[in-house]
């Protein structure tokens, strides 16, 4: 099997052109070829295919072999891996995923694709279609309780759930691996959840940390900016574009009057190869 290996700002998978190759067990795949000892080594597998309502499809799994929604830095690369592929030869593409239809404008640079705006579609706040377990209409900074400790959260879906917390310890001295897990499996969120811990660092500019659902901590996760930006609007923190920092590199992420979240940032070709 033909691979690609592609990441955004560190958050790192592995990309399969499922019009040339047939994956019969995705998830196990998924596990196998992730494993950073004995496979490839990355965040999971997103496999690229023709498709009926866009103009191609991805498919996201876990490092867990878990199947996930949405993959904001994912979905970049995917639209540099049908630029590079010669599958997409002008400027931008459509691309199907599991939540929806997102629209990419590529960064092309001599050619050469270099990273991507994309459509993030709307946010979702309505509890029960984050979902997370709340009684209000939207769960905006309320107080939870995770291993025995109180935090504010702020649950938004941006086509998978995140649960947000601002924060005055800075992030960079927080012991991730020790909530990520207790965050990720709470009880209220049915689904589980990625989470994201932030720092203000002014109206303009975030810091955050993202650990992620199947994945455990990332270096970047672009939906999880997006809805860090969403987040922090609704709590009046910040502007309505906004630069946000993560371990891998920065996002700019802007919530238009639209409704609709843009993502830009770049997409990197790491390495190519062949999984036996």
């Known amino acids: ?6 990441q955004g700002l560190g958050n790192d998978y592995i990309y399969v052109d499922c019009m040339k190759e047939k994956i019969e067990n995705p998830a196990e795949l998924s596990i196998k070829i992730s494993d950073r000892h004995f496979g490839v080594g990355s965040d999971g597998l997103i496999l690229v295919g023709k498709s009926e309502i866009a103009d191609y499809t991805m ?4 490092a867990d072999g878990s199947q996930a929604e949405m993959c904001g830095n994912g979905i970049r690369c995917v639209g540099k891996f049908l630029h590079d592929e010669g599958y997409v ?64 959260v702020t649950a938004v879906s941006m086509g998978n759930p ?68 969403v987040a922090g609007i609704l709590n009046g923190l910040c502007d309505r574009e906004v630069t946000v920092k993560l371990n891998g590199g920065n996002l700019k992420i802007t919530w238009k009057d639209d409704n609709h979240v843009i993502m830009e940032g770049p997409a990197v070709r790491v390495c190519t190869g062949e999984y036996l």
Request: glycine share 8%; with cysteine; aromatic share 8%.
């Open 1 to 6: 099997m033909r691979f690609v290996k592609m």
């Open 89 to 152: 030869t002008g400027d931008s593409v459509d691309i199907e995923t599991l939540a929806g239809i997102k629209h990419l404008d590529l960064i092309v640079k001599d050619g050469v694709c270099v990273g991507a705006s994309v459509d993030m579609g709307e946010p979702i706040l309505t509890p029960s279609k984050v979902p997370v377990v709340f009684d209000g209409d939207k769960m905006i900074n309320e107080e939870v309780t995770v291993n025995g400790k109180s935090y504010k």
């Open 59 to 62: 498919n996201i799994y876990n």
């Open 162 to 229: 995140h649960a947000v917390i601002f924060q005055d310890e800075k992030v960079e001295d927080m012991d991730l691996e020790s909530i990520g897990p207790f965050f990720e499996s709470h009880e209220i969120f049915p689904a589980r959840t990625n989470t994201e811990f932030v720092n203000v660092i002014d109206r303009k500019t975030l810091r955050m940390r993202v650990w992620e659902r199947g994945s455990a901590e990332t270096m970047a996760c672009g939906t999880g900016a997006s809805a860090v930006a």
